[in-house]
T-cell receptor, first 111, second 112 residues
Framework: NAGVTQTPKFRVLKTGQSMTLLCAQDMNHEYMYWYRQDPGMGLRLIHY???????AKGEVPDGYNVSRLKKQNFLLGLESAAPSQTSVYFCASSTTTGELFFGEGSRLTVL | SQQGEEDPQALSIQEGENATMNCSYK?????LQWYRQNSGRGLVHLIL?????REKHSGRLRVTLDTSKKSSSLLITASRAADTASYFC????????????FGAGTRLFVKA
């Protein structure tokens, strides 16, 4: 049972480039989330989804877009990467009780 | 600003001692959860306490919730070196769905 899988695990971008982070879960969870983690800031919610075809903004949505075309996948896109988006990105999915299951993270560096 | 604030930011104790971490939050919640993160890894769920509960136990973990003070505490008893990690509280807001907001975390170091 893989749980929550994030790809890629590491990526280096130049300012202005675009990329997509993929999150896949095999637990049939309705809810999925994207967080970013920066030193001393804990985790901040970027976007989340309460079901296939739905998305909603979190605490820090600017500069990111998301899509949930299939229940098991949640994509996070950066259209024009900026150095301020250098961070570790975590995807999570949750049960109806609210317990989150996390992936292992994707480390993104924007030069 | 973040919903949850943990205190202390860092804690260093000897193996066998108890570790207490506190969390304060700002708005009405559905439930509150505690997570653990080992260095370089994803977060792992430890325990969930609902807004109508006051105390919950799981093994060596004890969580309390005081909704009147908007605060929670996590107690780890008889700590072990393997408990060294960062601990985060997360609040699920009463806004519908499961919008979950994390605090900045407490870094716990348990010396063997």
């Amino acid at each position: 049972n893989a749980g929550v899988t994030q790809t890629p695990k590491f990526r280096v971008l130049k300012t202005g480039q675009s990329m997509t982070l993929l999150c896949a879960q095999d637990m049939n969870h309705e809810y999925m989330y994207w967080y970013r983690q920066d030193p001393g800031m804990g985790l901040r919610l970027i976007h989340y989804s309460v079901g296939e075809g739905t998305t909603a903004k979190g605490e820090v949505p600017d500069g990111y877009n998301v899509s949930r075309l299939k229940k098991q996948n949640f994509l996070l896109g950066l259209e024009s990467a900026a150095p301020s988006q250098t961070s570790v990105y975590f995807c999570a999915s949750s049960t109806t009780t609210g317990e989150l299951f996390f992936g292992e993270g994707s480390r993104l560096t924007v030069l | 600003s973040q919903q949850g604030e943990e205190d202390p930011q860092a804690l260093s104790i000897q193996e066998g001692e108890n570790a207490t971490m506190n969390c304060s939050y700002k708005t009405s919640i559905n439930n509150l959860q505690w997570y653990r993160q080992n260095s370089g890894r994803g977060l792992v769920h430890l325990i969930l306490i609902r807004s109508n509960e006051r105390e919950k136990h799981s093994g060596r973990l004890r969580v309390t919730l005081d909704t009147s003070k908007k605060s929670s505490s996590l107690l780890i008893t008889a700590s072990r070196a393997a408990d060294t990690a960062s601990y985060f509280c997360a609040t699920v807001l009463n806004t519908g769905g499961f919008k979950t907001i994390f605090g900045a975390g407490t870094r716990l170091f348990v010396k063997a």
